[in-house]
């Protein structure tokens, strides 16, 4: 009898391991395709099992908690295991990673999730049971635990389309800095028009179709229109008040540019003590209007 010191990485035995390598593996792509493109990535591991989740990851101001799966490529899997216990998560996902076996690489994921900000689809499928029967011969269902069958899953082939599932394409991103900054804000008086109290706490769906002057105003000084563009010394302002309105148009633009372009147009405005001519409520209303369907997206 010759004794083998082959170690098979795919046996059942060794799955903790393979668990643990293709996460290293999984965090490592994310982290670099995201540093390629200028963006960074905090990532937070779960205490222990029952946290519904395996990494959290927060990117610009997402945060989604995955609970990560991996398979052979070749893999005749039809469903994996889901803790009920994400559903709880505002963000919660799964990743289901499709392995070459030779080679250990990615060729493929598999999503199941939802927007950034919104929670996990419903878990419907059927209840996990234990693998060990009782002194009766019943396998008792597992409550925490529902299996989710591939058919539910979004097929992504590559990490940068998985990357923008996770924390959005730019002008969802773009919205969701915009919803944190305004909550940041002082709030507004009782006497604020209600749906403008509404739109400070994110409800952009209160946008009417028009406004007034004066509303379009307000509306405007809602935010922090230098903040929003990165000016935080006095010549960077300074700059910012001159006559930059064909470079800060609302074409091709996202929602916080579009309001920031807005808000130091009307300072610059106001810094000449000068009244809006049509040529200006015409700009502002064009501005708005790209604004609200932007955000209503």
């Not at 010759?2 to 059942?12: G, I």
């Not at 029952?50 to 990494?55: E, K, P």
């Not at 944190?180 to 952009?204: K, N, T, Y």
């Amino acid at each position: 009898m010759t004794l083998s010191l082959t170690f098979d990485p795919w046996a059942p035995h060794a799955s903790v391991l393979r668990e643990k390598v293709f996460e290293h593996l999984f965090l490592g792509d994310l982290t670099r395709t995201l540093l390629k493109s200028g963006r960074r990535c905090e990532v937070l591991r779960a205490e222990f099992d029952g946290s519904g989740f395996d990494v959290a990851l927060e990117a610009e101001g997402v945060l989604r908690h995955v609970q990560l799966k991996a398979m052979r490529a070749d893999g005749k899997r039809a469903h994996v295991d889901i803790h009920m216990a994400l559903a709880a998560k505002p963000s919660g996902c799964v990743v289901w990673m499709l392995v070459d076996p030779a080679t250990f690489e990615t060729t493929a994921y598999r999503w199941f999730g939802d927007q950034p900000a919104r929670p996990l689809p419903a878990l419907d499928g059927k209840a996990v049971r234990h693998t060990k029967a009782d002194s009766q011969g019943v396998k008792a269902e597992r409550a925490d635990l529902r299996q989710l069958g591939r058919g539910r899953f979004e097929t992504i082939a590559d990490m940068e389309g998985l990357i923008e599932r996770l924390f959005g394409d730019e002008r969802t991103r773009d919205v969701l800095a915009l919803r944190a900054h305004l909550a940041s804000r002082q709030p507004l008086p009782e006497s604020a028009s209600p749906w403008m109290r509404l739109v400070q706490h994110g409800v952009f769906d209160a946008l009417p179709e028009r406004v007034s002057e004066l509303e379009l105003i307000d509306l405007t000084h809602l935010a922090d229109g230098y903040a929003m563009a990165g000016f935080t010394t006095p010549a960077q302002i300074q700059d910012a008040l001159c006559d930059l309105r064909e470079d800060l148009g609302p074409v091709d633009r996202l929602p916080s540019t579009i309001w920031a372009a807005m808000f130091i147009e009307h300072r610059r405005l106001r810094f000449q003590d000068r009244e809006l001519t049509a040529d200006d409520k015409h700009w502002f209303e064009s501005s708005y209007q790209e604004l609200r369907r932007l955000l209503l997206g």
